[in-house]
Nanobody, 119 residues
Framework: QLQASGGGLVQAGGSLRLSCAASTRAFTNYNMGWFRQAPGKEREFVATITWIGSATRYSDSVKGRFTISRDYAKNTEYLQMNNLKPEDTAVYYC??????????????WGQGTQVTVSS
């Protein structure tokens, strides 16, 4: 129901934009988020946005470099990633959670898209 895309290989300092397309318009009423998991590490929170787009939150490691947004007409959320660093290398997952549970709970997950940043 969530399809992530946009990953790839980029040099340090470069940019990528991840997309997460939802299969139904029901997700317009869901909070959306991005998480990532690097090899040998646990999945970690990256960014989240409320169902109405009124608030965002970022992990300290990406704050000021990444921007989360959503396009209700396209039923899609985005993660614009600038000034990428090798430590951003991971599989990135999009997720959706019920509107009353922001920012903790996410019930639906996309399949993940690989981001690799070379030094």
């Amino acid at each position: 129901q969530l399809q992530a895309s946009g990953g790839g290989l980029v040099q340090a300092g470069g940019s990528l934009r991840l997309s997460c397309a939802a299969s139904t318009r029901a997700f317009t009423n869901y909070n959306m988020g991005w998480f990532r998991q690097a090899p040998g590490k646990e999945r970690e929170f990256v960014a989240t946005i409320t169902w109405i787009g009124s608030a965002t939150r970022y992990s300290d490691s990406v704050k000021g470099r990444f921007t989360i947004s959503r396009d209700y007409a396209k039923n899609t959320e985005y993660l614009q990633m600038n000034n990428l660093k090798p430590e951003d290398t991971a599989v990135y997952y999009c997720a959706a959670g019920p509107m009353g549970s922001w920012p903790q709970r996410y019930d639906y997950w996309g399949q993940g898209t690989q981001v690799t940043v070379s030094s």
